[in-house]
């Protein structure tokens, strides 16, 4: 209904920007809420949900990729718009895509709120739509840094931080355009330092 919408964040929550756009302000739900900055300008593809319980939800995505792996995922049984989003927040969507491909049960499982029973339902159901993915779009899938941006999240989860923590390291990470073939030590020390 509502392809893009272009506008001034003004105001952010804690997981929703206000958007300005003409006259009317637009409440959008988004992934990494911390990456946004009040007062800039933003371009989001967006997708408008219905809940008839709930009414509509507005959601937010910054590339066409992560909206299109989010309507997949809310295309599962089971799987709703908070679950959807929450998966995203937690596993960049090229690791997702891989991990789902390599029917990495354990990887998935230990995503928050994700069993090992919904994340075999999860590989079941995406699998071969996963694949189709990265034939799309190539340039996605380095099979390296999929899997060292994995090794990362359990290795910093194994050495207790928070996922909140882990969430904003792996952020802060991605905005640093880190060659495809960085070693994984290299990226743990980058996260350490980060959060220390």
């Known amino acids: 209904m509502i392809a893009f919408i272009k506008g001034t964040i003004l105001q952010i929550s804690d997981n929703a920007l206000i958007i300005e756009q003409g006259s009317l302000g637009f409440e959008c ?11 800039s300008h933003i371009e989001l593809y967006t997708y408008l949900h219905w809940n008839s319980e709930q009414g509509p939800s507005f ?3 910054a590339t066409i990729l992560e909206k299109q792996i989010f309507l997949q995922l809310i295309a599962c049984s089971g799987i709703g718009p908070k679950m959807a989003l929450s998966i ?23 995503l ?5 029973k919904k994340a075999e339902q999860l590989i079941l159901q995406l699998k071969y739509k996963a694949q189709d993915f990265i034939k799309k779009y190539p340039e996605l899938i380095e099979q390296g840094s999929a899997k060292s941006w994995l090794e990362l999240q359990q290795t910093l989860q ?9 969430k904003q ?7 640093q355009n880190l060659p495809a073939d960085i070693h994984f030590d290299q990226i743990l020390r980058k996260a350490l330092l980060f959060l220390s």
Not at 88 to 110: F, H, N, R, V, W
Not at 112 to 116: R, T
Not at 169 to 175: M, N, S
């Open 29 to 39: 739900t988004v992934l990494h809420v911390s990456l946004y900055t009040q007062g």
């Open 59 to 61: 959601y937010g995505f």
């Open 88 to 110: 995203l927040e937690q596993m960049p969507p090229a690791t997702l895509l891989q991990t789902i491909i390599q029917e990495d049960i354990k990887g998935l499982s230990s």
């Open 112 to 116: 928050h709120g994700i069993g090992a």
């Open 158 to 166: 194994s050495l207790n931080y928070s996922q909140p923590e882990i």
């Open 169 to 175: 390291a792996l952020a802060h990470l991605k905005q």
